[in-house]
C-alpha cells in the first residue's frame, strides 16, 4: 500500500473501496487458516502422544455443553459484529475474550477518538484497538508463562485470589459509570428488571453471558422509543 | 503425565499457532494504521486508539495469565496457554475442560486422573465448542455488515436528517443493557443466592464494582473539569486496579 493522502472524494471513496475487500479477503484467509489450527492441535498433540481423541465421547460431550456454548456464539457473533466492524470483527472472533475485553476495549478507544459507528474512522479505530489488545494479551501471556515458576507463589496467594476474581465486576463497575451518567434514564429501566429478574431467579445469575440478549434488545427498544420521539419533535418545530 | 504435557514439543506446537494469531494481529494493525492515515485521520488520534487499548488491556490480561495458572495444574502449561492466548475466555475454558473431563470419565479434571486420550479429547472439546464465532465470522461477516450498511443507506435517503444517529445511539444502548445485565446479576446473587431475599451471598463483586465506579467518576471529573485529558487513557485499568485491590481489602 502506498503512503498517500486522499484528499477528493472519488479517489478516497475508491481507496476506501479497496480496503474494505481487503479486510474482507484477509480476514476470511486468517480465520480459516486458524480455525484449522486451532482444531488440528488436538489431533497432532494426539500424534505426538501417540493417543488420538476419542472422537465419540468428543461428540457426546459436544451435545452435553457444547450446544449452549454454540447459541452464546451465534449470539455473539450477531450482537458484536456491528459494533466491531470488518476488520476488528475478524480478530476479535479469532482472539477471543470479547465481553471481559476485547468490546470494551474498543468502546473505549472510540470514545476517546470520538467516531461514529458505521463510518471508516469507526471501522479502523476499532481493527486498531483489537489487534493492539490481542497482542497485549499474547505478550503478557507469553511472558507470564515465561516467568511462571516464580509467579506463580505469588500470584496463587489466597490473599491476591479475590482480586483476580472480580476482574469483571471491576471492569463493568468503570464502565457503568461512563455510560450510565450520561443516559441515567434510559440505565434505569434494564438495571432495575434484571435486578428483579435475578432477585426471582437465582439460578439465571449463571447465564449471564445469555442474559445480555434480552436485557439489550429491551434497551434498545427504549432508547429507539424515546430517539423517535425526540426526532419527531425536531422534525415538528 | 504432567511432565509430558509440559515439554519441549509441546511448547512448540501451541507456540507456533500463537505465533501465527501475532502476526495475524500485526498485519491487521498496520493496514488499518496505513488507511487511517491515507484517508486523512489525525495521526494523533490514531496513535491515542493504540495506547489506550493497550493500557486498557494490561490488567484484563494479568486476569486471563491466572486462568492459565488454574488450568497449567491438570492440564499442563502449553495447552492453557494457547487457549487463553487465542479464541478462548476464561469463563468458557475452565467450565468446557471441567464438562469434558466429565465425559471421558474423569470425575474431576486432575492431572493424577489424566491419560493422553483423555487429554487429546478434552482439547478437542475445548477447541470445537466455541469454535462458531470464527466459522460465521468465515461466512457471514461480508454479507452481514453490508445488510446493516444497506439499511442505514436506505433510511439515511428515506430521511436523512431523522435517521441518522441511531445506529450509535443504540450500540450506547445495547452496552447499557450489557452492563445491566451484569449489575443486576451481582445484586440478584448477593440477595437471592443463597436462598431467595437471604442476603447470604456474595457481597464482594457489588462493592468492588461500586469503588471501581466511584474511582472512575473522580477520574473523569479531573480529565473533564481539569483538563487533563492524558488520563483518559489510564481511566479504567486505574478504577480497575482500585476495585480489586478493594476486593483483597474487605
Redesign the interface.
Known sequence: ?E?????DDSS?EE??EK?DK???F???L??????V???G??????I???????LS??A???L???LV??VS??V????Y???L???G???A?????????K???????RE??GT???T??N???S????????????L???C??ML?IPL?PI??SE??Q????????????????????K?LK??LV??V???I????V?S??SQ??L??LP??????G???LS?KKK?GK??RS | MID?LNSL??YL???G??L???L??????V???????????DQK??K???T???T???????????G??AL?GSLG?P?P??R?????????ET??AE??A????MSQLSASAM???A???I???M????????????F???S??KK??GR?ESGEADAK??KE?????????????????????????F???KG??TFQGDI???I??????????VF?YFAEKKHMVWL??F??AG???I???A??L?
Open positions: 500500500m503512503n498517500k493522502i486522499y484528499n478516497r481507496f476506501i480496503y481487503g479486510t474482507h484477509i480476514g476470511r486468517s480465520t480459516a487458516v486458524c480455525t489450527l486451532f482444531c492441535a488436538p489431533f497432532v498433540i494426539g505426538y502422544l501417540g493417543a488420538m481423541p476419542d465421547a468428543a457426546k460431550g459436544y452435553s455443553v457444547g456454548w454454540t456464539s451465534v455473539e457473533f450477531l450482537v459484529t456491528p459494533m466492524g470488518a476488520g470483527g475478524y480478530l472472533f479469532i482472539t477471543g475474550n470479547l465481553i471481559n475485553m468490546i470494551p476495549c474498543a468502546m473505549n478507544a476517546i477518538a461514529k459507528s458505521g471508516t474512522e471501522e479502523i479505530i481493527t486498531l484497538s483489537i489487534a493492539a489488545s490481542s497482542l497485549v494479551t499474547i503478557i501471556l507469553a507470564g508463562v511462571l506463580q500470584l496463587q490473599a491476591l479475590p482480586a483476580f476474581e472480580n476482574v469483571v465486576p471491576a471492569l463493568f463497575g468503570a464502565m457503568a459509570y461512563q455510560y450510565y451518567r443516559n434510559l440505565a434494564p438495571l428488571i434484571m435486578t429478574l435475578y432477585l426471582f437465582p439465571l445469575t449471564t453471558s442474559m445480555i436485557s439489550g434488545a429491551l434497551t434498545i427504549l432508547a429507539y430517539w426526532s425536531e422534525g | 509430558i514439543p509441546m506446537i501451541c507456540g499457532i500463537i501465527v494469531v501475532a495475524v494481529c500485526v498485519v491487521f494493525m493496514r488499518a494504521y496505513r488507511a487511517g492515515i491515507a484517508i486523512g485521520m488520534k490514531l491515542y486508539a493504540v489506550s487499548s493497550i486498557f488491556s494490561i490488567l484484563p490480561s494479568v486476569g486471563i495469565l491466572l492459565v495458572i497449567s502449561t495447552w496457554w494457547l487463553l492466548s487465542v479464541i478462548g475466555a476464561l469463563h468458557y467450565q468446557v464438562a469434558a466429565e465425559q471421558v470419565g491419560t493422553p486420550q487429554f487429546t479429547t482439547a478437542l472439546l477447541s470445537i465448542c466455541i469454535i462458531w464465532g470464527m466459522v460465521l465470522s468465515f457471514f461477516n461480508k452481514y455488515l446493516l450498511q442505514k436528517n431523522k444517529g441511531f445506529g450509535d445511539t443504540a450500540m450506547t444502548a445495547m452496552f447499557i443493557g450489557l452492563v445491566s445485565a451484569y449489575m443486576g446479576s451481582y445484586i440478584g446473587s440477595v437471592s443466592g431467595m431475599f464482594t463483586p457489588i468492588v464494582a461500586v469503588v471501581s465506579a466511584l474511582v472512575m467518576a473523569t483518559e487513557s481511566s479504567i478504577s480497575m486496579l476495585g480489586m485491590i476486593a483483597v474487605i
